[in-house]
Every structure is written in C-alpha cells, then in structure tokens.
C-alpha cells in the first residue's frame, strides 16, 4: 500500500535505453471497497491531465468507486497519478451535483426541467436568428468533451447556424502548441511520440513542469533518469521544480530566465547551433523552406546578450546548446510556461527550429512533444469546436470548405469562412458590447479561469447577453448563467477522446447520471432538433442517435486529411489498448510518429494555414504561400524579441506569474470534492523567493497581499524554489467551497491580476506576465498551505510534510508486447523505492 500523495511518482522501474517501459499497475478503490466487492470494471482513460491514461472504471452497486491501470494500454503501462487515482470518482458521487435544469426568474435560479430550459434557449436562439442573424450566437467550450461532443457542437455551429463565434478553454492552455504546429508543419498534431523517452539521449523541457502537470509521463522519464544509462535533461523554467533538480542530477542544465524573455533564450540557443555547426545542412535543404532568413534573425543574440536579457549565466546556455548540438537523439516537450507567456507563437516554433536544424524529427528518440493541459484539448481542436474547419481544413482554402458543404450536404456560404474564427478573448469582448447576444458555455469555468476575472464576472452577470451553462456544478460561472443545464461528466457516458501523442481512446458509460442530467451530446442533440436545422435539401442536418453515429459520422469528415480516423471503430477502440492516428488502410494499427519520410503537409493546397509572421501576426496571403513552393517542405521561422507588455517598475516591482500544482486541476470542480486532494493543497498560496521574502519581511505562512494594476489577492505567503523578482501562485482556487462566498470571496483568486492581452498568432491569452507588489499584511502562526512535495516545497525547514493519501495498491506485472512500440525487449522490472525523485 502506497499514500500517493506523499510519494507522487510511486516506486521506480528503471530500464535501459531502447527497451521497453516495464509495466506497473496502480491501483485504488473508495473506503472500505475491496477489490473482489467490485461488480465490474469499465474500459475508460483518464481525464484529469492530458496524458490519457488508459484505465478501467470500479463499479459496485451502480457508483463508480475506483479505478485501476491499464496494463496493456500504450500511454501509461498501468500507471496512474495521484490526479487520476484519487480524483477520478469521488466527484460523481457528491451531494451538491447538478441534476435539474435551473432558469433565472426575478434575478434567482430556481428549478425547473428540460422542456421549460429548453424552450427558453430555443425561443430567445430563433428570436435573435430571425432579427439579427448568427452573429448573435457565440459558443465557449472545453478541452474536457468527447469528440462526438465536439464534432456535433461544430456542426451545430457551422452549418445550422453560421457562427465564426466558437472556441474553448482550449485557447487558455494549448492554442499555441496548434498554431506552432500549423506554422512549422503546415498542419496540427503532435510529431513525437512518448516512445521517445525509451530511445533519447537527451529531455530537453521547455516551460513543462512534467513531474506536477503529467505524473505519469514524469514517471517514464525517471526510470530512464535513474537506469544505468539515463538521457540528460535541460529544464527551462524559472522555479526550481522536480525538473530542474533532475536536469542537476542527470549533468544537465537548469535555465531559469526572466518571465517573459523565452524567445530571447530560444534564439540564443538557435545562434549557437549555427554558429557551432551543428546542423545538417543537407537535410536543411532537401527538407526546409527558410535558413537564411532564420539565420540573419537569430544572429544578434550572442551568449552575452541573451545573459542580459533573461538573466540567465552565458555559459550555461552554451552548455544547454552543446548538449541539444552533441546529442544523438532529442526529444523536446513544451507548455504553459511558454505558451501562457510573452511571444508565445515564436518561441514554440523556435523549438521546431532546433530540431528542425539538426534533422531530428520523425526518428526513434527525436521529436517535439507541445503538450495539451486538457485531456481532450487535442478533439476541440481536430473537430471544428475552436472555430477551426474539422479535420485540419484550411478556412481560408475554399475547395477545403466545399469538402464540408458536401459532407453535410449545405451551401458553402453557410459555413462562416471570410474571415478567420473568433478567437475566446474576441468572443467574450463581443459579449461585452452585446453584439454577441446569447453566449452558450459548455463544461468550463470562465469566470475563475479567464484573464482579468473582475471583467469576465461583469460580462456573464450582465444584461446585454443571455448566458447558457451546461455543467456538473454550479460553479462561479454557472451562478451567473440564466440557465443552467445539468450534464453528464466522464463515466455516466459514452464517447472517445485523443491525448497528446494523438492516442485515442474509447471511454464507455459505466453508470447512470444523477437525476435528470444528461451528455453533452444528447444536450446539443436536443436543442438542434428543437431548433430544426434542415440541410439544402430539406432533410434533418442532424439525425444521429447514440455517439456511435456520431463518431462514424467524424471518421468520414477526417479521410484523406492528415488526421485520419477512418480505420477506427468502437470494437477497434475496445481492445487492450488505445491507437494513436492517422488510422487507416497503409495504418491499420496506427501511427506511433509523424514525418517518418520527413514530408509535411505543407503543400498550398492541403496545408492548414498559409502561416502568419510570428512577430505581429500579419497573416500569409495563399499566393505568397505558394510562391515559396514548401512542397513538403517545413519552415523555419524566427522573430525578433520584444519585451513584455508589463514591465516591473518601481510602483509594481514583480513579476506575476500563474500555474498549476500537481493535486488539483483546473478550477478543482472534480478534484476539489476529493478529501485526499483537497487536503493536500487546500487553500490558494503565493510564492516568492527567499532573498524577495527577507527584503519585503515576510517569511513562511505570512499572510500578504498581492496587487496588480487590475486587482489583488491576500493569500499565505510560501517563502520557497520561485527565482528572485517573479512571484507564482496557483490559478485553481474559486469561491464554490468557501462558507460564506461574499462580493469580496475572490480575494485568493489568481487570474484578478492577470490581464487581457494575447499572442498575435495563437490568441493565447499571457497568464505570466504580470507586474505585481507584495505587501504584507499580518504574521501567521501556521505555514502556508501550499504543497511540500514538488515544486512548491519550502525553502527552509520545519514544514510538515503533505501526506495522508488514502492507500494505493501498486502491482509488478509482466510487461506485455505494445503495437507500434519500436523497442522489442519485454520482462518484468523489478520495483524500486522511489526515494530522491523530488
């Protein structure tokens, strides 16, 4: 029995390089359930990271009460997080779950039913289409549907009502791992694979703090660290994390620059690949559109230069790129501490550039990983949900949009494509000034996840805009909705998903909602049948049943595009194992990696995007695409540095910056109602250095307040790993557990300092680049409550340590032969302790 809050990682499998991962089986059940108790086990993966771990569903007298590893699963070799462990069920079961419509009546939500919510949203959807049009209609969606969800939202939106106006929380944490994509590659989806960790010689991680964000994939990378023959780890964040202390450990390097600065270091490193000659310039040439301008960009930024901007030392960049030049094999991973911070587009595609370089993409142990925070992030992008076209169609590319007036047998007119979709930061400012009139929110939290929370409250709790929000709780968001429509969550459904490394899983129902709650899928089901949407011919649009339909209906909208369903199936999906696409006839089994041959779906005619510059977001013309004649060819591309919007001055002296901590997700709407979760980070907490600390007198547990131009915080202070002049606090804490919520209960919210200002290529919002004060505002008796464990761990001593996971049960099993795995050595490890992995 393991407490998987204390020991995060669980005990080690360490194996050689080209072998494969042994397999290890987590396993945990509710209080006082055995395992011969459970009636039966349901397939499923997991979705509480975006690792998408495959897994089965405990379920004993008609509730879910646990979950259990796959074993043969590709993604996780029957491991699971403490996330996934603890946090997968218990959510299901809680008293305060949504399971009747609510609508506003005089200022308050009362109770009602489907056929009194529905009608309101259907009367007030065909009022403002009559007077106005679809432009009236926005959507704002999740990473956290399945993709029958996704694909019939974006249907809904494009061909029955005509809407740009449609995205997801998406766009928060993984809008530019898309665009970095389509602008290298000429398309989405993930190059690498995780296989890679078993064939590399060197991790570089780039503002992805693994060990806290995806457990299970940190897990991977330790029993390669601690074998006899480990890969070398680069770590580029500006806490000490769990990353950086193995970057230490392993004889790499730790690169903490100024928030804010990261293309400044990326072309430092790129500089140091040309100038060194570690390139392959044959490769360059045959397989690359654009070194010569690449290589006249990057050449201001000497050692010297990037050491003042990032204030970094020069000769550990020299090394991190000694190491990525040197290294036979690389695997680079990347989140939000470059996609939620300044120049976010460009310095992503910077790390293509890297690899792109040396010709290391497309090979064992070579290849890009721009994680997803979501576990389903990967579905709204290649179903049409973010305003995209589905299936990595080109919007500005009209033979690309006649594909869809076919499929779906409707005018091409119909389907908004003259001007690029409207980005969320966009589609809240038009409910802001009442253009957008009915704003339909589905399995997300804006209020307590967006930018600059104070305004995003003022635009959901207005007049000007009728708020629709389907969800599991009534969270902050949902209070301020004037109907609430009660959803089935994981588990009570049916429906597929794909994680990072483009794996797709089928997820079955393994119980029955509570009350009269319903799937996403049967919710949007139901209002486009109450709405009659009819295609050119007169017939339903709609006229699927069960997600199954569904998801043969997304098969076909995805042949012939790069990302290919059609070899899938429900009874495909329920074998021992997830498939990672493109799935069809020359890959019946799947694909473990991208661009094996080296060619990119660039070509003018089939790309996604014609690509934009990086340093204003200017967008390329078609016939200025074509002129470069890419051919299969990938770009390279680079931008200048610029600094942040905010800078420190003497008024806001600090660095802002947000994340995540390895107990809870997102705004805690599951993992907040488990006891072992909650216990473990209970309360919202800010970081700050030690020498930040003793200049301000604060010391552990103080409690401070925390202010930036748009609003503050006052939260306990943790004295602890965070570099001097930044501060960090986690941006999961709401105001839906507190007693007595009151207007002024957002005063541990993070995102009341963040502010609305985003990415010019990928519309990611900048959540780490705010300028604060700290002030302090009392002494404590008690230490703050943020974590020991990981990154957010003390400084100093005299902590107690978090502990008190209810027990887990850890199983060595005979590691079984995994499709498309290019290792082909299998055994059972022997278990290791995992002391030392912090």
């Given at each position: 029995?393991?407490?998987?809050?204390?020991?995060?990682?669980?005990?080690?499998?360490?194996?050689?390089?080209?072998?494969?991962?042994?397999?290890?089986?987590?396993?945990?059940?509710?209080?006082?359930?055995?395992?011969?108790?459970?009636?039966?086990?349901?397939?499923?993966?997991?979705?509480?990271?975006?690792?998408?771990?495959?897994c089965d569903i405990a379920v004993k007298d008609g509730r879910m009460v646990g979950v259990r590893g796959r074993a043969s699963d590709v993604v996780n070799h029957g491991r699971m997080g403490p996330k996934g462990l603890y946090g997968s069920t218990p959510w299901a079961s809680s008293p305060d779950r949504l399971t009747r419509p609510l609508v506003r009546e005089a200022g308050r939500l009362v109770d009602s039913d489907w056929e009194t919510a529905m009608g309101r949203?259907?009367?007030?959807?065909?009022?403002?289409?009559?007077?106005?049009?679809?432009?009236?209609?926005?959507?704002?969606?999740?990473?956290q549907l399945f993709i029958e969800e996704y694909y019939a939202l974006g249907v809904i939106g494009k061909a029955g009502l005509g809407t740009p106006h449609m995205d997801g929380n998406t766009r928060l944490c993984?809008?530019?791992?898309?665009?970095?994509?389509?602008?290298?590659?000429?398309?989405?989806?993930?190059?690498?694979?995780?296989?890679?960790?078993?064939?590399?010689?060197?991790?570089?991680?780039?503002?992805?703090?693994?060990?806290?964000?995806?457990?299970?994939?940190?897990?991977?990378?330790?029993?390669?660290?601690?074998?006899?023959?480990?890969?070398?780890?680069?770590?580029?964040?500006?806490?000490?994390?769990?990353?950086?202390?193995e970057a230490e450990r392993t004889g790499g390097v730790h690169l903490a620059p100024r928030v804010g600065t990261n293309l400044a270091l990326m072309n430092g490193l790129t500089r140091e690949l040309f100038v060194n000659g570690w390139i392959d310039e044959q490769w360059i040439f045959e397989h690359t559109v654009g070194v010569d301008d690449l290589r006249e960009m990057v050449?201001?930024?000497?050692?010297?230069?990037?050491?003042?901007?990032?204030?970094?030392?020069?000769?550990?960049?020299?090394?991190?790129?000694?190491?990525?030049?040197?290294?036979?094999?690389?695997?680079?991973?990347?989140?939000?501490?470059?996609?939620?911070?300044?120049?976010?587009?460009?310095?992503?595609?910077?790390v293509h550039n890297l690899h792109l370089l040396r010709g290391l993409i497309g090979k064992d142990g070579s290849g890009v990983l721009q994680m997803n925070g979501q576990p389903t992030a990967q579905n709204n992008r290649e179903c049409g949900a973010d305003g995209d076209l589905p299936a990595f169609r080109n919007w500005d590319n009209s033979a690309h949009v006649q594909e869809l007036a076919d499929l779906w047998n409707v005018d091409a007119l119909k389907i908004p494509h003259w001007s690029p979709p409207t980005h969320a930061m966009q589609i809240f400012s038009y409910a802001e000034e009442g253009t957008i009139e009915l704003l339909w929110i589905a399995a997300t939290n804006p209020a307590v996840s967006m930018p600059e929370?104070?305004?995003?409250?003022?635009?959901?709790?207005?007049?000007?805009?009728?708020?629709?929000?389907?969800?599991?709780?009534?969270?902050?968001?949902?209070?301020?909705?004037?109907?609430?429509?009660?959803?089935?969550?994981?588990?009570?459904?049916?429906?597929?998903?794909?994680?990072?490394?483009?794996?797709?899983?089928?997820?079955?129902?393994?119980v029955e909602p509570p009350g009269d709650a319903k799937s996403d899928l049967d919710i949007f089901l139901m209002y486009a049948a109450a709405m009659d949407f009819r295609d050119?011919?007169?017939?339903?649009?709609?006229?699927?049943?069960?997600?199954?339909?569904?998801?043969?209906?997304?098969?076909?909208?995805?042949?012939?595009r790069p990302v290919d369903y059609t070899g899938l199936s429900y009874d495909k999906l329920r074998g021992p194992t997830g498939i990672p696409w493109p799935v069809n006839d020359q890959a019946p089994e799947g694909t473990d990696r991208l661009y094996t041959d080296a060619i990119f779906p660039t070509d003018t005619d089939y790309c996604e995007t014609y690509g934009h510059d990086l340093l204003t977001g200017a967008a390329v013309t078609e016939q200025e695409h074509r002129a470069l004649r890419p051919d299969g060819r990938a770009f390279l591309k680079g931008a200048a540095y610029t600094p942040a919007h905010e800078v420190p001055s003497d008024d806001y002296p600090l660095l802002f910056t947000t994340g995540r901590t390895v107990y809870q997700f997102h705004t805690r709407t599951k993992t907040g109602r488990s006891r072992s979760l909650h216990d473990a980070a209970p309360e919202a907490w800010v970081e700050l250095s030690v020498a930040?600390?003793?200049?301000?007198?604060?010391?552990?547990?103080?409690?401070?307040q925390v202010e930036s131009p748009r609003g503050a915080i006052e939260v306990q202070a943790r004295v602890g790993q965070v570099m001097k002049g930044a501060v960090f606090a986690p941006f999961h804490y709401g105001s839906w557990d507190l007693d007595d919520?009151?207007?002024?209960?957002?005063?541990?919210?993070?995102?009341?300092?963040?502010?609305?200002?985003?990415?010019?290529?990928?519309?990611?919002?900048?959540?780490?680049?705010?300028?604060?004060?700290?002030?302090?505002?009392?002494?404590?008796?008690?230490?703050?409550?943020?974590?020991?464990?990981?990154?957010?761990?003390?400084?100093?001593?005299?902590?107690?340590?978090?502990?008190g996971g209810s027990p887990t049960i850890t199983r060595q099993v005979k590691t079984p032969r995994y499709p498309n795995d290019p290792a082909d050595d299998h055994g059972t490890a022997e278990l290791a302790p995992a002391a030392g992995d912090r």
């Open positions: 029995m393991t407490d998987r809050i204390a020991d995060i990682w669980g005990p080690r499998t360490p194996h050689a390089k080209g072998t494969v991962w042994p397999a290890r089986v987590d396993l945990h059940l509710a209080d006082g359930v055995a395992e011969d108790d459970v009636d039966r086990w349901v397939q499923s993966a997991c979705l509480l990271c975006s690792n998408g771990c495959g949203i259907v009367e007030v959807s065909q009022r403002l289409l009559a007077d106005k049009g679809p432009l009236t209609h926005g959507f704002y969606s999740s990473g993984t809008a530019t791992s898309a665009a970095a994509f389509k602008e290298s590659f000429g398309a989405d989806g993930q190059p690498g694979s995780y296989t890679d960790i078993e064939h590399c010689d060197a991790i570089f991680l780039y503002g992805h703090n693994m060990a806290e964000t995806q457990t299970v994939l940190w897990m991977r990378i330790l029993d390669r660290t601690r074998s006899d023959d480990p890969p070398v780890i680069v770590c580029v964040d500006p806490r000490r994390t769990p990353v950086a202390a050449d201001p930024y000497t050692p010297e230069e990037v050491a003042r901007i990032c204030g970094i030392d020069a000769g550990d960049l020299r090394r991190a790129a000694r190491i990525f030049g040197e290294s036979r094999s690389v695997l680079s991973t990347v989140l939000q501490g470059f996609y939620q911070s300044h120049q976010a587009t460009a310095s992503s595609v910077a929370s104070a305004r995003i409250r003022r635009i959901l709790d207005g007049d000007q805009c009728f708020v629709i929000v389907q969800d599991l709780f009534l969270t902050e968001t949902a209070q301020l909705a004037d109907v609430v429509l009660p959803a089935a969550g994981w588990g009570e459904k049916t429906g597929t998903f794909t994680n990072v490394n483009r794996t797709v899983h089928l997820s079955d129902k393994a050119k011919d007169g017939a339903p649009l709609m006229t699927w049943q069960t997600p199954e339909e569904v998801f043969d209906a997304w098969r076909q909208a995805t042949r012939g930040d600390a003793a200049r301000l007198g604060i010391t552990e547990g103080d409690v401070v919520p009151k207007p002024g209960h957002q005063s541990r919210q993070a995102n009341e300092l963040t502010m609305t200002v985003w990415d010019p290529v990928s519309k990611q919002p900048y959540f780490k680049t705010a300028a604060c004060r700290v002030t302090k505002v009392r002494d404590s008796d008690n230490p703050s409550p943020a974590p020991t464990t990981a990154a957010s761990a003390p400084a100093g001593d005299g902590v107690p340590p978090t502990m």
